[in-house]
T-cell receptor, first 115, second 114 residues
Framework: AQSVTQPDIHITVSEGASLELRCNYSYGATPYLFWYVQSPGQGLQLLLKYFSGDTLVQGIKGFEAEFKRSQSSFNLRKPSVHWSDAAEYFCAVGLLGTNAGKSTFGDGTTLTVKP | DAGVIQSPRHEVTEMGQEVTLRCKPISGHDYLFWYRQTMMRGLELLIYFNNNVPIDDSGMPEDRFSAKMPNASFSTLKIQPSEPRDSAVYFC????????????FGDGTRLSIL
């Protein structure tokens, strides 16, 4: 069965430091991969997506993610974190076949930014 | 562009009452999803529609929950009767096309059942 694992429940980084959030997936084919961000009191917002082609994808707010097929990973990175990046981050896989249209979401990683 | 619109934003009611949550998807989108988010269980998919037809309702917790999509621009999620354990934030999301397209989320309805 398809699954998405975000190994880190909670990460704390200092403002200005670099960030990497991990995402591993289990899927039988090349997946459609997404990262979303959820700020308090709001719904999820798309940060970036990967379908094919260049394995390093750029997103909004200075985020990027790298698809590594050999590691079944799609880690999210940002070179310098801002206090406004404090939020919950979700990795997701878009499903095919009978579940087409649906996505499987990871459990999320909560990011705290220290001043 | 107007995003996904959910109403009400907050709902507080007593157990046993009927609760109706509403969602207006983005115009032109053909998929609509209802999710529930709690601290304990995280984000759960309850049901989703394609072209107004329910495709998968396996996430609906009990018969007390029902969802409808009478047309492409409106959907409801109803809980009858409501129970305290239904307290959560309920999100509606929509997308255009298949699994290669991102979902667009509303800001949610925070439901409290007393």
């Amino acid at each position: 069965a398809q699954s998405v694992t975000q190994p880190d429940i909670h990460i704390t980084v200092s403002e200005g430091a670099s960030l990497e959030l991990r995402c591993n997936y289990s899927y039988g084919a090349t997946p459609y991969l997404f990262w979303y961000v959820q700020s308090p009191g709001q719904g999820l917002q798309l940060l970036l997506k990967y379908f094919s082609g260049d394995t390093l994808v750029q997103g909004i707010k200075g985020f990027e993610a790298e698809f590594k097929r050999s590691q079944s990973s799609f880690n999210l990175r940002k070179p310098s974190v801002h206090w406004s990046d404090a939020a919950e981050y979700f990795c997701a896989v878009g499903l095919l076949g009978t579940n087409a249209g649906k996505s499987t979401f990871g459990d999320g990683t909560t990011l705290t930014v220290k001043p | 562009d107007a995003g996904v619109i959910q109403s009400p934003r907050h709902e507080v009611t007593e157990m046993g009452q009927e609760v109706t949550l509403r969602c207006k998807p983005i115009s032109g989108h053909d998929y609509l999803f209802w999710y529930r988010q709690t601290m304990m269980r995280g984000l759960e998919l309850l049901i989703y529609f394609n072209n107004n037809v329910p495709i998968d309702d396996s996430g609906m917790p009990e018969d007390r929950f029902s969802a409808k999509m009478p047309n492409a621009s409106f959907s409801t999620l109803k809980i009858q009767p409501s129970e305290p354990r239904d307290s959560a934030v309920y999100f509606c999301a929509s997308s255009f096309g298949g699994s290669d397209q991102p979902q667009h989320f509303g800001d949610g309805t925070r439901l409290s059942i007393l």
